[in-house]
């Protein structure tokens, strides 16, 4: 009997401990999830209003699907979708996207990890929550971290000094000769300069385009312009 007693008293503990394990995993972690969405991090950001090949999802948590303010590249499939961005939809949107929403642009082959989705779950619940507070009257969180802190701004191509602002750009025979405002010249094999457009406000000034350099090589870069019009005109073909 007193056996008997043990045993079912060691049954329910072990029940309940397996069930507190189980809701904190549930539950996530933002610390951890904070070091989790580096996975994210090439294609979406933390901060709002900061888009990248994907939208911020510093407010995705409890929003509607493909409704983020400012950001223009939703797939059709995911708009008609009606999803709403709760906890369940979320992981099984990061587990397999085109399984949820087929015909989605979202082309990742998926996070197996499932506490590392439930750590990016509770890392984007807590980076609304920061938003919130900081919209709020209300005194913010005294301990000064913020859940951002692990996104990068970007750079603002403006503030950019002579040496990065290009003066001139010629081609000639497959390679571009890059003049800066500082008097550099930097002759580029045409399959090693790409041309951008950033008109954010930390782009280029309209009609001063800025180069960028690219890749561990130190032989690739980027010029970017303020405005994709300006790409053609500002480039001239002359040896």
Known sequence: ????????????????????????????????????????????????????????LATVAGRKAATVEGFGRYSDALKASGLVWSDEKLDAWMLDPRGLVPGTSMNIPG??????????????????????????????????????????????LEALGPERQVASLTYCRGTYHVRTVAGQVQKIWEFNLRFKSDSSDKGPMAGKPVIIPKGMRGDRFFVIFAQPSEISPFIENRC
Request: charged fraction near 25%; hydrophobic fraction near 35%; proline fraction near 7%.
């Open 111 to 156: 996070i197996k990890s499932t506490s590392d989705r439930r750590d990016i779950i509770a890392f984007l619940k807590a980076v609304k929550a920061e938003q919130s507070a900081e919209r709020s009257p209300a005194p913010s969180n005294e301990s000064g971290g913020s859940m951002m802190m692990g996104d990068r701004p970007m750079p603002d």
């Open 1 to 56: 009997m007193r056996r008997n007693l043990f045993s079912t008293a060691g049954a329910i503990i072990a029940a309940l401990f397996t069930g507190f394990i189980d809701t904190a995993r549930a539950d996530g972690d933002p610390d951890r999830g904070r070091k989790a969405f580096l996975q994210c991090l090439s294609c979406h950001s933390a901060r709002p209003d900061l888009h990248k090949t994907g939208p911020s």
